[in-house]
């Protein structure tokens, strides 16, 4: 049995072991293939009965050109890079991973909150600069300090990663509005289900955990930034494309929108061209809320079962119902 990883580096940088998923086959791993070259991942794919991909797509005209494919594997949990639909149709299962980030992520978004709570980045560079050795006074400050306690934060998307921001956020004393199309009761110990709209006019802080859908696609717009409460803060480690940047981007320099934090745009890499690069009082981080160590390993563990659920006939934490 073939397995190919089409764009292992991010995974794997070294830290790792592909150890386990070699014992399962012939496995062939690439540090990177181009997400614009189908002829590359077509020719890299080649007659492998099983790949594996992170963000390197697998669109229709490639699963027919690599007939010997039986299995897609994601080392993510998101999944819009294969047609999923058109897989099913051939009889091919789509395996996902699907909580492997929740600590990680949810950490990161109170990470990213607090920086532009507190532009800890900022002032550790002023004072390494020499600037409190000179001033004359016990300390100093760039940036309005913010405290988080009897604010409010508003989550859209309350599931796994949701809900754990919100705990973090709640012992912070924020108070925690949610906004999901599946409330739960382990929902409702952290926060308060409402809709959209009282979310968005409520929040202090708003914060996105949600999955790309059609649905929210260019959730965070124009439309929606005026329903929201004058100085908002933005926090988006979920998609990019969650966001209409341009929008976005306005809304920093009119001062609508009084920061935003964010780890994810539309393109990713960002392109030079992204109005956020510009904006004010933009945080932009290269999606890295998912990256520690101990994340990266359940992606693996996960990976390496999914395969062997494959292998055994029996495939597991499939996406499109195969």
């Not at 409702?188 to 059609?214: F, K, P, Q």
């Not at 932009?284 to 520690?292: Q, Y």
């Amino acid at each position: 049995m073939k397995i190919v990883v089409l764009d292992g580096y991010t995974e794997n940088p070294g830290d790792l072991s592909w150890k386990e998923l070699g014992a399962l086959g012939e496995l062939t791993v690439y540090d990177r293939t181009s997400l614009t070259d189908e002829q590359e991942i077509i020719g890299r794919i080649g007659d492998a009965e099983i790949v594996i991909t992170n963000k390197t797509p697998i669109c229709k005209s490639t699963i027919d050109a690599c007939s010997n494919l039986k299995f897609i594997a994601l080392l993510a949990t998101g999944y819009n890079v294969v047609d999923v639909a058109y897989a099913k149709e051939k009889g091919i299962p789509v395996s996902n991973v699907p909580a492997y980030g929740t600590a990680s992520v949810s950490q990161y978004a109170i990470a990213l909150l607090l920086e532009v709570c507190h532009h800890i980045g900022h002032h550790s560079d002023a004072v390494m600069e020499g600037r409190w050795e000179a001033c004359e006074d016990f300390c100093f400050w760039d940036y309005p300090l913010i405290e988080l306690e009897k604010k409010t934060i508003g989550i859209i998307g309350f599931g796994r990663i949701g809900q754990a921001t919100g705990g973090i956020a709640k012992a912070l004393g924020m108070k925690v509005l949610a906004f999901d199309v599946y409330p739960n009761d382990t929902g409702r110990a952290i926060g308060e289900y409402v809709d959209l709209d009282t979310l968005l006019a409520s929040s202090d802080v708003i914060a996105l955990h949600c999955n790309l859908t059609e649905e929210n696609t260019n959730i965070i717009n124009e439309r929606s930034i005026a329903k929201m409460k004058d100085s908002v803060i933005i926090i988006n480690n979920a998609r990019g494309q969650l966001i209409v940047e341009q929008d976005l981007a306005d809304a920093l320099n009119q001062g609508k929108v009084a920061a935003a934090a964010l780890d994810v745009v539309s393109t990713e890499p960002i392109k030079a061209d992204n109005p956020l690069l510009k904006a004010k009082n933009c945080l932009i981080t290269p999606h890295i809320s998912w990256a520690p160590v101990e994340s990266r390993q359940r992606i693996m563990d996960c990976s390496v079962e999914n395969v062997k659920a494959f292998l055994n006939g029996a495939p597991i934490n499939v996406v499109n119902k195969v």
